[in-house]
């Protein structure tokens, strides 16, 4: 068979569909030309193959266009094919992966259907249906599909994994944990389940606070500095210390803060906690005792809830003491984990004159290692009564319209880690603020 290269195929597609658009109407004709372009593609897929290629021929050179990006051709390959050999699984299968990388949904999941209802026993097939699903967004489908392969392949650990990444996608992170560890006893690598383990673990507003599997012990010391716009006003600079302790439910530090104000030195300590509390649901508590440029003493308790897919849902009560003036805080937040993704959203109110004060704070953290350690996070902030500076230490403050900035931590080691952060304020009190932080972080 003669060679027709692509370009003169698309001129042949080109000039049969102005004849069919000038001899019917314009919707016959659009469907016409799809039938007609589809027809070219099918024949441009043919030209590389000699006339009497055998199906194996045939089949290999339509892997061969799906996997170097020409899928188009490959799926007209395959449909060819099928029109040889409709009941034929293993083309249905190719075709069905073909559009699933195409993100061709509806096509994809009537193939690879098609292909579990002809072969309930073909693992390769529920393999690809998982797949399709989970890339759809679709993971509690996804886990069905996946558990019957896992079901169908029993010595291999790729389909408890492929399930625990499915289980995770929907928000049951026990059901993952299980799964992973299931992987484990099939021989997984362990330096894989340990980091899909990792993935596991809360992905909160604090995450320097969460140790890993394999971790009883984290030390935190950190800095920051902020300067002013005008620079009337002195530079503050802040530290800390922290040294947290990893029990089998939670989690308590131990912490030192210390600040330099407007030319005074302040102290505070403080004990944290957080506690697993029922299924999917956990707290942090807090007491911090200082003086001078800190609270007296000041409580926090913080209830976070999953639901949903992947959902969270939080209420907060601060109450701090200043001499003879106490402070009330009452928050709500909403966050939401997805893939590498997590975001937060909380709303903070302050009561006092009239109906009291609002502040809004958001932020959105990338975790760019498919861990629970590495991230990179943005935030802002807008409102008049609270401020959560980019140190992590909470201020009242007079006047804050609006706050923004950037956090970045890499463990560099599985020991070592450090975070970066830095931070801005606009209007605190008539002073522009710009901080930069650092912190670095130890574990074991």
């Known amino acids: 068979m003669r060679r027709v290269s692509r370009l003169t195929v698309k001129a042949l597609a080109f000039a049969c569909a102005v004849t069919l658009a000038s001899s019917a109407n314009a919707q016959d004709a659009a469907a016409q030309v799809e039938a007609a372009q589809v027809e070219a593609t099918q024949t441009a897929s043919m030209q590389a193959l000699p006339q009497d290629a055998s199906y194996d021929q045939q089949f290999a050179h339509a892997r061969d266009l799906a996997t170097n990006g020409r899928r188009e051709e490959a799926v ?22 073909t559009n699933a990388w195409m993100k061709r949904w509806p096509e994809a999941e009537a193939d690879l259907t098609a292909v579990t209802a ?9 393999s690809a249906l998982g797949d399709m699903y989970l890339w759809n967004d679709r993971p509690q489908q996804a886990a069905g599909a996946y558990a019957r392969w896992a079901e169908l392949d029993t010595g291999d650990p790729a389909p408890v994994i492929a399930l625990g990444r499915a289980h995770r996608a929907a928000g049951d992170f026990a059901a993952a944990r299980a799964d992973f560890d299931a992987a484990r006893a099939r021989g997984a690598d362990p ?38 716009d005008p620079s009337s006003r002195e530079d503050w600079n802040e530290y800390e210390i922290a040294l947290r302790r990893k029990f089998d439910r939670g989690s308590l530090a131990l912490e030192m803060l210390s600040a330099d104000r407007f030319g005074n030195h302040g102290t505070a300590w403080a004990l944290d906690g957080y506690v697993s509390l029922w299924e999917r649901a956990y707290a942090n508590v807090r007491y911090q005792n200082g003086g001078d440029l800190f609270a007296d003493n000041a409580w926090r308790a913080e209830l976070f809830q999953g639901v949903g897919s992947g959902w969270e849902i939080s209420g907060s009560y601060d109450h701090m ?10 928050g709500v937040g909403v966050g939401r984990y997805w893939g590498n993704f997590y975001a937060r959203y909380r709303l903070l109110h302050v009561p006092g004159v009239g109906s009291g004060s609002l502040s809004h704070r958001a932020q959105l953290r990338y975790y760019y290692a498919g861990n629970a350690d590495d991230y990179f996070e943005v935030y802002a902030g807008n409102g008049r009564s609270h401020e959560i500076d980019n140190s992590g230490f909470d201020r009242v403050v007079g006047s804050s319209h609006s706050s923004f900035g950037a ?22 009190d008539g002073f522009d603020e710009r901080s930069v932080s650092a912190s670095i972080y130890s574990r074991w």
């Not at 060819?80 to 992966?97: H, V």
């Not at 003491?321 to 009452?330: H, R």
């Open 321 to 330: 003491e200043f001499g003879d003036s106490d402070t009330d805080m009452y």
């Open 407 to 428: 956090n970045y931590v890499n463990y560099f080691a599985p020991h070592w880690g450090f975070k970066l952060g830095v931070g801005f304020a606009n209007d605190v």
């Open 118 to 126: 002809a072969k309930p026993d073909y693992a390769d097939a529920w």
């Open 76 to 97: 007209a390959l395959y449909t060819a094919m099928l029109a040889q050999s409709p009941a034929n699984t293993d083309l249905l299968l190719a075709r069905g992966r």
């Open 191 to 228: 330096a894989q389940v340990d980091d899909y383990v990792a993935s596991l673990q809360p992905r909160i507003a604090d995450q320097e606070d969460v140790l890993p599997p394999g971790y009883r012990w984290a030390l935190r010391i950190g800095g920051t500095n902020t300067s002013f």
